[in-house]
């Protein structure tokens, strides 16, 4: 009897039986090999990491590509226990507590907290640092500039581009318009704008940063004072044809003003590189193996 078909999956398998007809073959049932961990076994004076803890930690370490989101989450849970072991060997306990956002803290969290406030110490700013930063830094004291500037809105719904494209061009042509009558700006701003500041020519009062869309924003900051943005600018109100009739520069805010916030910057900065060099001394006294540190600028640190 001749073959109509033969199973490519059985061919070399055993003889077709006596009459031509195929043998039934059995199901592979052997048990296929465990995929490999995606970390080697990562331990700190003996005691091991579990990969799922990883895991569950690299939500909490957004980074380029997740490798490197794996490998900051462990190492910041081989700081965490860095931590924990020496609160343990010092008897360092902490009851748990509620800070000011009524966000329940761990007893492990407490213990950690406890044992930096015990064992690191911490230098406060005094006046003469802060001024020698004020001094350095006086380019990051000012006030916020000033813009006063008018606008027409050209209203549209941003989901709707045929009508976007049409709108774009109405507000090109108020702008050729107002190159060629700069005057008619109000009139122009009372007939068509679709902003409330139509009832002051477009005016919008004086403007700082935050005031406005980040799109009117950053195109203020482009403008000379005095001139008409020569394209519209687009946001998700629709389109707008701006002038910037005055920019008031920030000013020099003076050291008395901004002290209090120097002192804070400087002290968690000193905080931050006071518990970094204590985990070091830590990391230096333990056994931890299947991670290099590196460095301990962990968000635990920080």
Known sequence: MATIYENPTLAG????????SLTFQELDT??????????????V???????????????NHPADNPGNAIMEAARALVVRALLLQEAGRLGIGQAPQNDAGDVSQTREDAAIHALIEQEVVVPTATSEECR????RNTDRFQSEPIYEARHILLGVASDDKALRARVRACAEALIAQLNEQPEQFGALAQQHSDCPSR????????LTHGSTVPEFEKAL???EEGALCPNPIESRFGFHVIQLDRRMPGEALPFELVQDRIAAWLDA??????????????????????????????????
């Open 13 to 20: 398998s055993e003889p077709a039986a006596e009459g031509g």
């Open 30 to 43: 052997r048990i296929p090999p465990r995929a490999r961990p995606i970390l080697d076994s990562i331990s």
């Open 45 to 59: 004076n003996g005691v091991a990491i579990a990969e799922a803890d990883i895991l569950a930690e690299v939500q």
């Open 132 to 135: 020698r930063y004020f001094d």
């Open 199 to 206: 009832e002051q020519d477009g005016h919008l009062g004086q």
């Open 221 to 223: 900051q482009r403008m």
């Open 269 to 302: 900065s000193a905080w931050s590189k006071a518990v970094s060099q204590y985990v070091s001394v830590l990391a230096g006294r333990a056994q931890i193996a299947g991670i290099d540190l590196n460095s301990v600028d962990s968000p635990l640190v920080q």
